[in-house]
């Protein structure tokens, strides 16, 4: 037994000084290396492992020496540190986008929207249809649409009348599926020409105008067949930001951003004040990986400007896809 708990001390130790040098290089996670930035997204799991770690490091430590205390405390600080990134995704901090209840807005003045990533691969529609009958929401839009995927989804433009599509084979093809009209329409390309993000005009039932921003950027790896932001910046959010600036309504953007955020919607986007995470001092609502119970972060995001309101946030069920669809219900109050 006594043997036991040395060899578990010394991998608690080991664990101490893994998570430490990762948390100490996750914090500079805003440069050109891929591996600093990958190290920003499992942050959640960085914080249990250290909080763990620590409960195991005081029940084994014995004896205390000056290096104990350094191991407890730097445990600690991991969690400290992490800790700092995923605390706007919990109740402790304030909401961004105010909640009001469904029965006080008009429906005239709600607009509900559902995201899904299909994962390209994926060749079974029939979860995804089933889904969409069920939420039935005002906006669809999918990402990582090919032609098989279109066909599939072909149906639903007898529910959906404005519709636009922008298939691809290199995963990265989107589709937007509107029950409101779309007076306009734009597909962008903001940091790659495989990689297209929309930009719609919506009208809802009173006549009102939003915009609404689809967008799917790169994520910060490097694949063999898929397009990745090798020697070039991953601006696309900064891009996306300016077009908020200059905004003639009301905003939403919406998509798999291929961040985690944080809650730094400032930070990723460069609108100062403008944009708000509907998620923030609500939940994770971890997107990716629906494959993988013990690797899942936040990838798919909403975010508004301050003309909304959020009446229903939901992670739905699993599709068949390696991302959880994301349905949200808004609120939107005056617009200009």
């Given at each position: 037994?006594?043997?036991?708990?040395?060899?578990?001390?010394?991998?608690?130790?080991?664990v101490a000084v893994i998570l430490a040098v990762i948390t100490i290089l996750s914090v500079l996670r805003d440069t050109d290396s891929r591996f600093l930035k990958m190290l920003d997204y499992p942050r959640i799991q960085f914080f249990i492992a250290s909080a763990v770690g620590l409960i195991l490091f005081l029940l084994l430590a014995k004896g205390w020496q000056w290096f104990d205390y350094a191991f407890a405390l730097a445990l600690f600080g991991v969690m400290v540190v992490q800790g700092r990134y995923i605390v706007n995704y919990t109740p402790l901090?304030?909401?961004s986008v105010p909640s009001v209840a469904s029965g006080t807005v008009p429906s005239e003045q709600q607009i509900s929207i559902l995201l899904t990533n299909v994962m390209m691969t994926n060749r079974?529609?029939?979860?995804?249809?089933?889904?969409?009958?069920?939420e039935k929401p005002d906006i669809i839009i999918a990402m990582e649409v090919d032609d098989?995927?279109?066909n599939q989804l072909e149906p639903l433009?007898?529910?959906?009348?404005?519709?636009q599509e922008t298939s691809n084979s290199v995963a990265y093809g989107m589709a937007l599926y509107s029950k409101y009209p779309l007076p306009?329409?734009?597909v962008n390309y903001l940091n790659n020409r495989k990689v297209p993000s929309y930009k719609s005009t919506l009208q809802l039932k009173n006549g009102k105008r939003l915009t609404l921003y689809s967008v799917h950027p790169v994520p910060p790896t490097r694949y063999e067949d898929l397009p990745?932001?090798?020697n070039s910046e991953e601006v696309a959010m900064i891009k996306l930001g300016q077009k908020i600036k200059n905004r003639d309504y009301p905003v939403i953007v919406a998509g798999d951003i291929n961040d985690v955020s944080w809650g730094a919607t400032e930070e990723l986007t460069n609108t100062r004040g403008l944009l708000r995470d509907v998620r923030v001092g609500r939940g994770f609502y971890n997107s990716y990986n629906a494959n993988n119970v013990f690797m899942r972060w936040p990838l798919d995001h909403v975010f508004v400007t301050e003309e909304f309101q959020l009446m229903e946030l939901e992670r739905l069920s699993d599709i068949g896809s390696d991302h959880f669809p994301i349905y949200v219900k808004l609120s939107i109050g005056e617009t200009r």
């Open positions: 037994m006594k043997k036991l708990r040395k060899v578990l001390y010394v991998i608690v130790c080991v901090v304030s909401e079974d529609a029939q979860p995804l249809v089933d889904l969409l009958q069920s098989w995927w279109e433009q007898e529910d959906y009348p404005y519709t306009d329409f734009s990745d932001n090798e």
